[in-house]
C-alpha cells in the first residue's frame, strides 16, 4: 500500500484546495478537527463508548466476519475512516486474517495518540495515518474493507466520500458504514437536534439518502439496518 503526500511530520498531511472547496466547507471542517483535537486526550474515557462507540464496533466485527465466510476467508487488508485514537483496528489484532489495518483521521492529536499506540505495540499491521476522508492519500483498489463508524455526519461533502470508499476499495471488497439513525423520533432528537446543536455544522443523512448516495458511488448488494432503540445507529454495509 503506498501512501500518497507523507509529511515531514511522520504523518500524511491532507493536501487543502481551498480555491476549489467553499468557506463554509473549511470552516466544519476546521471545526471538526479543533473539536476532536481538544477531545483526544479524553476520548478513550468518553462516557459514550457504551452508548455508541462499542456497538458500531461490534457491528462492524460481525459484518466483516459474514463477509469472510461468504468469501471462503483469507488476508484482509483494512482501512478505518475517522479511526481516532485506532481503538477499532486494535480490537481487530486478534484476527490472524487482518494483513493490513490502516487508521486514518484528520484530528492530528487523534492519529498521534493512535500512533504511540502503535509504537508500544511493535504491531506491524497497523499504520496511523493523518488525513480527509474527503481526499483518501491512497492508490485505487488497495483495501478489502472499509470501515467508518460515528465519523460520516462530520463530512461536508458525504457523497465525495463515498466515491472515495469506492475507489479505494478492491472489488469484492466491502464498506461498513455507521453513523447516527435519525429517522425515528428517538434519533432525530437526538442527533438532529441535541447533537446538530452541540456540533454544529453535521449532517446525519437520512437513511435512503445514505442508500442512493452509495448506490451513485458504483456500491451493490446495499443492506441497511437500525441498531439500538435508546441510540439509534443506522448501519450501511454496501459491496464494490
Ligand atoms: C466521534 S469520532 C468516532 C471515532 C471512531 N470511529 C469511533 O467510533 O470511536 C469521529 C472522528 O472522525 C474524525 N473526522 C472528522 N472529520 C473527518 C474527516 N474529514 N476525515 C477524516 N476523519 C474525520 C474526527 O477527527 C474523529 O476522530
Known amino acids: 500500500m503506498r501512501i500518497h503526500g507523507r509529511g515531514p511530520s511522520g ?5 487543502e484546495r481551498h480555491s476549489t472547496l467553499s468557506v463554509r466547507h473549511q470552516e466544519a471542517k476546521q471545526a471538526a478537527r479543533a473539536q476532536f483535537d481538544r477531545w483526544a486526550s479524553s476520548y478513550d474515557r468518553s462516557w459514550l463508548r457504551e452508548l455508541i462507540f462499542y456497538p458500531a464496533m461490534r457491528v462492524c466485527r460481525e459484518e466483516i466476519l459474514r463477509w469472510q465466510q461468504r468469501r471462503g476467508g483469507g488476508p484482509y487488508d483494512l482501512l478505518d475512516v475517522g479511526c ?51 481526499r483518501l492519500p491512497f492508490d485505487a483498489a488497495c483495501f478489502d474493507v472499509v470501515t467508518c463508524c460515528n465519523s460520516f455526519h462530520h463530512y461536508p461533502h458525504q457523497a465525495a466520500v463515498l ?5 479505494v476499495l478492491r472489488r469484492g471488497g466491502v464498506l461498513v ?30 437513511w435512503s439518502q445514505v442508500r442512493q448516495m452509495c448506490e451513485a458511488a458504483g456500491f451493490a448488494e446495499i443492506r441497511q439496518r437500525k441498531l439500538n432503540v435508546l441510540v439509534p445507529l443506522l448501519v450501511t454495509v454496501a459491496a464494490k
Open 163 to 167: 466515491r472515495e470508499f469506492h475507489r
Open 177 to 206: 458504514l455507521v453513523d447516527g439513525f435519525r429517522d425515528n423520533v428517538i434519533g432525530w432528537v437526538l442527533f438532529d437536534v441535541a447533537v446538530g446543536a452541540a456540533e454544529k455544522n453535521v449532517h446525519h443523512a437520512a
Open 84 to 134: 481516532a485514537t485506532g481503538r477499532f483496528l486494535l480490537s481487530l489484532l486478534d484476527s490472524s486474517d487482518a494483513r493490513q489495518l490502516v487508521g486514518l483521521d484528520y484530528s492530528a492529536e487523534m492519529i498521534r495518540r493512535f500512533g504511540e499506540k502503535i509504537a508500544a505495540l511493535g504491531d506491524r499491521r497497523l499504520r496511523a495515518v493523518h488525513g480527509d476522508a474527503e
Open 11 to 15: 504523518f500524511d498531511s491532507p493536501c
